[in-house]
Structure formats: C-alpha cells, structure tokens
C-alpha cells in the first residue's frame, strides 16, 4: 500500500482517488476546505480522506497533481519544502481558456508544464502522464473500443517505474503504455491537448484518447 496524495478534488481527482483506493493504496485527497468538502464527496469511497493541500503533500509517498493546470505553478512552488523528495504525477495541462469553456493555447509554448514544474521543484522527481484523454478514461482505459496509449515523461528512471506500477493498478496494460523520454518529451504530449476542443464540439464529451496506432 502506498500513501498517495491527490491536490484538487474535481473529476479528475475524485476519480483517481476512487480506484486507486479500490486497488488498495491509502488516498488522500487535497482540498482548501476539507471540512466542506468531505461530506458531498463521501461517494468516492470509504478508503479515501481528506486533508488541506499542505498537509496532503507532506504526508503522502506519491502527489497527484490534478489541480487546474493555468494555476498549477503557483499552487506547487509554494509546496516547494512539502514535495522535496516526493514523486510528483503531473496530469494537468496548462491552456488558455477558448472562450467556451475549452481548452485553447498552451500556456507555455516552446516548454511544457511539466517542464516547469522540475524546474521550479528540483528535489522533486516529475512524472508526466494521463495527460492526452478525458479522465473517466484514465481509470477506465479498457472501455474503449481501440487499446489507448497513455505517454510517461520524466528525468527518473526509478519515478517512472513507479508511476508505471499506479498506472498498472488503474488499469492500463503494458503494452499501452509509452515511455517517451526525459521530461521535455512533455512538451509534445501537452500539445496533444490543441485537438482536444475540436474533437469535443464536433462529437461532445465521448470518451476517447489521443493514442498510438502501429
């Protein structure tokens, strides 16, 4: 069992913290008010509790970051202490805001989140994954109909293993899941998320992954 803390609890976090608390880790999920939080939140699943962000960070193994991605630097930079020496799973991607409620420009063209995330933490070890699909699909990934491919970005060897094992229990099979490099290889699948909007206003919220075909 391994002590994962989530920061955001939305429906990218909330999901992850219902299966990986199903596959027997203890969860915690990372909210501002956890006292107001926890009650309409019950049904994600007895295994998983509540903390301030804070708190979260410093007591968890692994950190999830689900928080919204245009906002994520100034989120983590101040867990900067909380997060030495932590895994940090980056599944955020940080867009401008399209007009309705989509995402639209990268936020850092030419780098990735990713990329300034390990900059910014460099006694944290950055994963980028999860990234490039809607997020009932990344705890779901056998309900579509073609194998998806879910991408892993990091400097860290031993991270990426690690992450490689959570993505295992979430999951994914091996043969699904592409390692593509060190963590400037997070630029390209951040920019994975440009087709995104244009998928979702032609064909509405589906499932679906931007995957790899061979």
Known sequence: ?????????????????????????????????PEETAAPAEGIGPGVSFA??????RTADIVINATPGGSTLDRLTDLRAELAGKILVDVSNATLDAGDGLPGALCYPGSSLAEQLQALLP???????????????????????????????????????TVTGLLGDLGWQPAWIEDLGDITTARATEAMILVVPHILRRHGFQPFAVSLAR
């Not at 391994?2 to 909210?31: D, E, F, P």
């Not at 699909?133 to 990426?160: C, I, N, Q, R, W």
């Open 52 to 57: 301030d962000q804070r708190t979260t960070a």
């Open 1 to 33: 069992m391994t002590r994962i803390g989530i920061l955001g609890a939305g429906r990218v976090g909330a999901n992850l913290a219902g299966k990986l608390s199903a596959a027997g880790h203890h969860v915690t999920l990372g909210v501002r008010n």
């Open 123 to 161: 006694d944290t070890r950055v994963v980028k994954t999860l990234n490039t699909m809607l997020f009932m699909v990344m705890t779901a990934p056998e309900t579509l109909a073609t194998p998806p491919t879910v991408y892993v970005s990091g400097d860290d060897e031993h991270a990426k293993k």
